[in-house]
């Protein structure tokens, strides 16, 4: 199974990439205001990828707090195409 990460930094960007089947993608959260918005943009970018379509589940693990880093302390399974928060 392909993980996806995405991520604003550069560094994480390139440390990720040396593991086998991690595929970082640069992710800018900053003009994000929630993180519904921030779901659906994960899940449109890996869309774009050709990663993800309609009907597939994803994975999503984030923090409570935007814009901190190194704070993961949550997981949501979505499907993609049929996301319940509202933007």
């Known amino acids: 199974i392909p993980i996806y990460a995405l991520t604003p930094h550069v560094e994480t960007r390139r440390k990720v990439s040396l ?27 890996l869309c774009g990828e050709g990663v993800a379509e309609n009907g597939d589940r994803v ?6 707090l935007m814009g901190n880093g190194g704070g993961t302390n949550a997981m949501k399974i979505v499907e993609v195409g049929n996301l319940v928060e509202a933007v």
Do not use: C, L, W
């Open 19 to 45: 593991y086998r089947g991690v595929y970082p993608i640069a992710f800018m959260t900053h003009e994000m205001k929630s993180h519904a918005e921030a779901n659906q943009k994960a899940v449109d970018i």
């Open 59 to 64: 994975i999503i693990t984030k923090g409570d």
